[in-house]
């Protein structure tokens, strides 16, 4: 049975990934290169790295009581949380956020997010009939971000 050229590449290939394959060393310094040991040596590491600490019941319910009795919000501050989100309170929130900065799951950053929404509308000139060099032929119109226009009209 003759292997086609398609194969030997593929069996090429798998040697070669084998041959830069990872390990792992448990606790007891053994090298383990099974996909299963090394499975079952991370998870065993990140089990015990993140075991909580013991803590003092009596110091968290003094610090629960206190929290209950010491946290409340100011009328003004209720009112806020409450009011309706504004375009203004968009642009104010971006502006005070961090240019660089590392986005979320949805992978917008605030970067992104200056540059699509912070640019409300561009003035753009359009040309009519007749001499060019004229300004007068020229009609000025804005440009303005769909979204914009949802925050900004009226009910």
Do not use: H
């Not at 007891?28 to 040596?41: A, H, P, R, V």
Request: aromatic share 8%; proline share 5%.
């Amino acid at each position: 049975m003759q292997v086609s050229a398609g194969v030997n590449q593929v069996n090429y290939l798998w040697g070669e990934l084998q041959a830069y394959s990872c390990s792992t060393r448990n606790t007891s310094q053994t090298i383990n290169t099974t996909k299963g040991e090394m499975l079952d040596i991370v998870a065993a590491f990140y089990s015990t790295l993140y075991l909580p600490d013991s803590a003092d019941l009596s110091s968290i319910d003094s610090l629960l009581r206190f929290l209950l009795e010491n946290l409340y919000l100011s009328e003004t501050a209720q009112t806020m949380l409450i009011s309706p989100i504004t375009y203004d309170g968009i642009l104010e929130g971006i502006s005070c956020c961090p240019k660089r900065s590392s986005p979320g799951p949805g992978g917008l950053s605030y970067e992104i997010l200056r540059i699509i929404i912070c640019p409300s509308s561009f003035v753009s000139l359009l040309p009519k009939c007749g001499d060019l060099s004229d300004l007068q032929n020229w009609r000025p119109i804005s440009l303005i971000n769909t979204d914009a226009k949802i925050y900004t009209r009226d009910s």
